[in-house]
């Protein structure tokens, strides 16, 4: 198993602090590259369903472990 770390800590523990960042990327990486891979923190796995929602695109989940996700949006899943 991958040990997966953020490489700059944020100066603040607030969860929705760090979920609002890491949507916000997916949100503007979706303007610039099609389709987006990224690791994210699995309790952002609600927001990830519904940028994919909000664009009509496909995304797709895989479980890292009990913290980070793989996922994929705007690609063909099988």
């Known amino acids: 198993m991958t040990d997966l770390n953020l ?3 944020f100066d603040t523990d607030e969860p929705e602090f760090r979920r ?3 949507v916000g990327i ?4 979706l303007e ?8 994210v923190h699995a309790d ?3 927001m990830v369903m519904r940028i994919a929602e909000a664009r009509d695109l496909p995304f797709a989940a895989e479980q890292v472990d009990d913290t980070w ?3 994929t949006i705007g ?3 099988a």
């Open 75 to 77: 690609a063909e899943v």
């Open 26 to 29: 997916l949100w503007e990486r």
């Open 20 to 22: 609002g960042v890491e």
């Open 69 to 71: 996700l793989h996922v």
């Open 7 to 9: 490489m700059l800590p």
């Open 32 to 39: 610039h590259e099609f389709p987006v891979r990224a690791t």
């Open 44 to 46: 952002c796995a609600e």
